[in-house]
Nanobody
Framework: QGPLVESGGGLVQAGDSLRLSCAAS????????MGWFRQTPGKEREFVAA????????SYANSVEGRFTISRDDAKNTMYLQMNSLKPEDTAVYYC????????????????WGQGTQVTVSS
């Protein structure tokens, strides 16, 4: 396993909720911003959400603003993505990542990637 391991993906219906987790090994993310990206076949990986290392700054893609909530528990070395009111267009492989800041992470300057977890939302 790599330094970041995602879990929590699955198959749900439209309108349901799901919570993804990203466990970081050691001090991989202790002073790093963390975030989520997603990718569907044939498309580029796109930014979903990011959180600063203190947790005080959060950033979201317009497509998920108000439905998804990012958080982190540094005591557990784990980041979460609570996804509510899921839509079929949220179907993708979700990847967690670390970066030096939320803005750099959002811009694609990634230190580490996870291996991804599949989220499928049926209509």
């Amino acid at each position: 396993q790599g330094p970041l391991v995602e879990s929590g993906g699955g198959l749900v219906q439209a309108g349901d909720s799901l919570r993804l987790s990203c466990a970081a090994s050691g001090r991989t993310a202790s002073t790093s911003a963390m975030g989520w990206f997603r990718q569907t076949p044939g498309k580029e990986r796109e930014f979903v959400a990011a959180i600063s290392w203190t947790g005080g700054i959060k950033s979201y893609a317009n497509s998920v603003e108000g439905r998804f909530t990012i958080s982190r528990d540094d005591a557990k070395n784990t980041m979460y993505l609570q996804m509510n009111s899921l839509k079929p267009e949220d179907t993708a492989v979700y990847y967690c990542a670390t970066g030096s800041t939320t803005s750099k992470l959002r811009g694609g300057a990634i230190q580490y990637w996870g291996q991804g977890t599949q989220v499928t939302v049926s209509s």
